[in-house]
């Protein structure tokens, strides 16, 4: 295979062609998100116009080349197609500015934010003076002061005073994106409220059934499993993850087991597995019905039914549908007679993802998720041929297979998780290992039978059963959490990298022979790029903030104030530093009016106290200045107050041959960028 020549190669990866329409598409779907400015009407015509052209070229059998180029040309375009069609689906109004006032709506999810608060998120929205086709579709709520009267239930209208304000844009330059995120949700509006949250109306009867149901079924869980245990056991069930307390899913975090709470792939595939073993073995224990029904795919046919229940008790988030569909799609194979586990199995699931929701291209789960379906399948193929049968015995087949799940799908997802989460947790693979087992074979079994048991009273040792495989599981957690250098603080890669890595690893499993050199080259580029990626010498965002990088880390200007902007700072750095710590370093200096810093190459800004006024010749002396409001000093300096702020975001600043480069995190003009103004798109 190794000496395989470019005609057989390319032979080959015509045979695998339906591999490579998830790619294509993939491709036109960055291309889309890359673009700064929202296409038009006629771009979009001219974009379906070319596809339809070049699916109707006829191109002769004998020419593979030409075929695969036209294959993925097609698929970029429907990838980009698939983007516009999307965003016109999904725009909703965006709240312009802060706001303060009554607000109404229906609750469609409880959950809790990062700082531990109780959160709602309502729609069928209403906000007093503003106008229906000005108000968000959802909006998003932390509740805060005492709330403990309040029993949220899906379904039920509640009124609150709130603060209100966009969603947050990204921390810095090609950091994450909230806004863009929420603009694909719906969600128009984020904030918090310090008053009672009154009850409006009851739910109706038919009203959020699932969700009062998930409700019901997580308190149930709660009620007779205490602490954590319940609410991990709760959220692994209902995605109920609001009783979790913030040191246990630290702990979860920092040991690489964030991930059984997601309700994604490898949750859905314990349950499935599960069922369908059960229904398959349970039929052939009654011959007279074995030799009437075929128990493989009376399984199947079951096995769909409880994922889609599973999917529908657990909220539906964008994971679990995720979970649903690459599950959906093997069990449909089972029913077609086609093998369940293959990469075409992945392909398809993929493809309707993309199709569907094209914007999931850019999570991380979406990204880990398929890294390790794909690894996790051509390892195991590639293991099966390797391995003579019967060589093994059925235990030290079950556990060199469960070690080798665990390195595939740690290897695989390393990259993107260190890409995303700015972290490597180094004995996540330990971890793994030691709850992988519990979670399959305990937790993901009893807790199916605790759901159908709980309507008959009968919960209380299928739950017993998964509260110990619970404690086990966050008990490894706290101890590899607790182990020295748990965790590895990693930087933000630049925007490059993920591209060429993604590309690279696609082309790894999709192109034969020495074709794979290619592959691996590109591998090689995007870890170098990312080995000698440069962070930037000054960050300015929200509030006045200044971060200078020095030779101690990233210098801060407040010890307070901003968090989550600065610990945004700090994590894409790769710096596990505190906010006080790291202003505690060296990085300014007194000056006149304030305090000096280094720009980079030679120039100087100054960071204008709140209780002083810059010098007259400020704009003389430095290249810079951060101050309240701009004023009318001598000299040809850049004037950094706050309504530039407002209007730019965060500045990045990096010295350069020709000067400074100001590069501003809100430069793009999208839907979902401050302003953009109701969705109309782009120019017509």
């Keep these: 295979m190794e000496g395989a020549g470019p005609g057989l190669a390319l032979a080959m990866l015509q045979g695998r062609a339906f591999l490579a329409v998830p790619v294509g598409m993939g491709c036109g779907i960055g291309i889309w998100f890359g673009l700064p400015v929202e296409p038009g009407g006629r771009e979009y015509l001219g974009a379906a116009l070319a596809m339809a052209g070049l699916a109707a070229l006829p191109l002769p059998l004998r020419w593979m080349a030409g075929r695969a180029a036209l294959l993925g040309l097609v698929c970029i375009l429907l990838g980009f197609l698939a983007c516009g069609l999307r965003v016109h689906i999904v725009a909703a109004p965006i709240l312009a500015g802060e706001s303060y006032g009554p607000v109404k709506g229906r609750i469609v999810e409880i959950d809790r934010s990062q700082s531990g608060a109780l959160r709602l998120t309502l729609d069928q929205v209403w906000m007093a003076r503003r106008a229906p086709e000005e108000t968000p579709a959802r909006i998003r709520l932390s509740l805060h002061g005492d709330q403990r009267w309040l029993e949220p239930v899906p379904g039920a209208v509640v009124m609150a005073t709130a603060f209100l304000s966009p969603p947050r844009g990204p921390v810095e330059p090609g950091a994450f994106d909230f806004r863009r995120m929420a603009f694909f949700e719906g969600l128009g509006a984020v904030g918090y409220t310090r008053s009672p949250v009154l009850v409006w109306q009851e739910p109706a009867p038919d009203a959020e059934r699932v969700g009062r149901m998930r409700s019901h079924l997580s308190a149930a869980i709660r009620a007779h499993v205490p602490g954590d245990a319940g609410a991990f056991a709760a959220g692994v069930l209902t995605g109920d993850r609001s009783g979790l307390s913030p040191e246990a899913v630290a702990a979860l975090r920092d040991s690489s087991l964030a991930h059984l709470l997601a309700i994604s792939g490898m949750n859905m595939a314990f349950l499935v597995a599960f069922v369908f073993g059960l229904l398959r073995y349970g039929i052939a224990l009654v011959p007279p019905l074995a030799l009437r029904v075929n128990s493989k795919k009376a ?49 398809i699931a993929a493809t309707i993802l993309l199709a569907w929701q094209p914007e999931e291209l850019l999570s991380p789960g979406f990204q880990m998720s398929f890294a390790a379906t794909v690894a996790l399948i051509v390892g195991f193929e590639a293991m099966s041929r390797r391995v003579e049968p019967g060589r093994w015995s059925r235990g030290g087949q079950f556990v060199a297979s469960l070690v080798l799940a665990s390195v595939l799908g740690g290897v695989a997802t390393a990259p993107f998780a260190a890409a995303h989460f700015n972290r490597f947790t180094d004995y996540g693979l330990l971890a793994n290992l030691l709850t992988g087992p519990v979670m399959g074979l305990i937790v993901m079994p009893a807790g199916a039978m605790a759901a159908v048991m709980t309507p008959l009273g009968l919960q209380a040792l299928p739950l017993w059963l998964m509260e110990q495989g619970c404690l086990w599981i966050l008990a490894v957690a706290h101890r590899v959490a607790a182990m020295e250098g748990a965790v590895t603080a990693i930087p933000a890669p630049p925007g490059a990298v993920l591209p060429i890595l993604s590309l690279a690893l696609c082309l790894l499993v999709l192109w034969p022979g020495r074709g794979r050199l290619v592959a691996v080259a590109g591998i090689g580029v995007a870890l170098g790029i ?155």
């Design 530 to 684: 990312w080995s000698q990626g440069a962070r930037p010498a000054v960050l300015i965002g929200e509030g006045r903030h200044v971060g200078v990088m020095g030779p101690e880390g990233r210098a801060l200007s407040a010890q307070r104030g901003g968090g989550f902007l600065v610990t945004g700072w700090l994590e894409n750095d790769g710096d596990l530093a505190g906010q006080k710590a790291a202003a505690a370093r060296p990085g300014f200096r007194a000056g006149a009016g304030g305090r000096v810093f280094d720009l980079g190459g030679g120039a100087e800004g100054l960071l204008v106290a709140r209780d002083a006024a810059p010098p007259g010749d400020a704009c003389l002396r430095h290249a810079l200045i951060v101050l309240p409001e701009a004023l009318p000093l001598a000299g040809d300096c850049l004037q950094v107050d706050d309504a530039l702020l407002a209007e730019s975001g965060t500045l990045a600043i990096s010295a350069g041959a020709d000067g400074l480069r100001i590069v501003a995190a809100n430069a793009d003009r999208r839907p979902w960028s401050p302003g953009a103004g109701p969705y109309s798109g782009g120019d017509q």
């Design 299 to 347: 399984a199947a046919v079951v096995s769909l039914g409880v994922a889609f229940f599973y999917l529908l008790l657990s909220g539906a988030n964008v994971a679990t549908e995720r979970a649903f569909i690459m599950v959906a799609v093997m069990l449909v194979a089972v029913l077609l007679d086609r093998r369940a586990i293959t990469l075409r199995s992945v392909a």
